[in-house]
């Protein structure tokens, strides 16, 4: 496992080279849709033959938040992303907030506020990847959030498909607490969930959950885990979601 503080990882080329090597060994295609600070931007996809539903997460948007590539990296190891669905992962997308320790990338952008304007090198080189690829059946944003004393998530879900949030923070709760706070971010919450109301795409400034739900998915979830707790307690949470999540999908399906 590569070394890492409670905010940041000491060398995010290296992490970036194993993620790509659990790919191979996992059986995936690594491409890399461009480079940061020489830092490779790597996209691992896997597709099976017949009829499959297409899952894609997402980690490493902020740089103070090492927990989500490090828990994608635990998964491929273990084997979690296997033949039960066609896979698109894009696992690092902020390598150079990740060296810094910083929310931001080197040139002070909130990559995830970047997906309306496509400012950054960073996300103009995502979206260009994402529009090549086809529309996911679930979408899976991995983040974490200093303000929070526990996971949540946002639930995005246009076509009142089945949920799977209450499933996602039932198995959560085994192994971290939850955020049973009223208002979370700002927004009305019920047992960990937030389900934005209106229309999110109004917004000004998208985050990438927004990208997703208006060109290449119905369904997408962002979790959350508590930053101040410690790392391995949250590289377990967001395993835990993000397999109950995939349990549920192809339960549903």
């Not at 490090?70 to 998964?75: D, G, K, P, T």
């Not at 960073?122 to 991995?142: G, K």
């Not at 076509?159 to 085994?174: D, Q």
Request: net charge neutral.
């Amino acid at each position: 496992m590569q070394p890492v503080k409670n905010s940041s990882i000491e060398n995010v080329p290296a992490l970036s080279a194993q993620l790509a090597e659990a790919g191979r060994a996992a059986g995936f295609r690594v491409e890399t849709y461009g480079e940061i600070e020489g830092c490779p931007l790597p996209a691992l996809t896997r597709r099976t033959p017949g009829p499959r539903p297409r899952i894609y997460l997402s980690a490493g948007m902020h740089g103070d938040e090492p927990a989500p590539p490090l828990a994608l990296l635990e998964l491929l190891k273990r084997g979690e992303f296997d033949g039960r669905a066609n896979w698109f992962i894009c696992p690092l997308l902020n390598p150079a907030g990740l060296m810094r320790g910083t929310r931001e990338n080197a040139g002070g952008i909130d990559l995830n506020r970047d997906y309306k304007r496509l400012r950054s090198a960073e996300i103009q080189l995502h979206a260009a990847w994402l529009r090549r690829q086809p529309n996911f059946d679930l979408t899976l944003c991995v983040h974490e959030d200093w303000e929070s004393v526990g996971f949540y998530l946002y639930e995005l879900n246009t076509r009142a498909r089945p949920s799977l949030a209450e499933g996602i923070v039932a198995a959560v709760a085994r192994v971290f607490p939850i955020d049973l706070s009223p208002s979370i971010d700002g927004r009305d919450a019920k047992g960990g969930i937030i389900r934005p109301n209106g229309d999110p795409t109004l917004r000004e400034d998208w985050p990438e959950a927004l990208y997703l739900r208006a060109h290449h998915s119905t369904l997408g979830y962002t979790l959350e885990t508590a930053s101040a707790l410690p790392l391995p307690q949250r590289i377990d949470a967001h395993s835990a979601a993000i397999h109950t999540a995939i349990a549920g999908l192809l339960a549903s399906t």
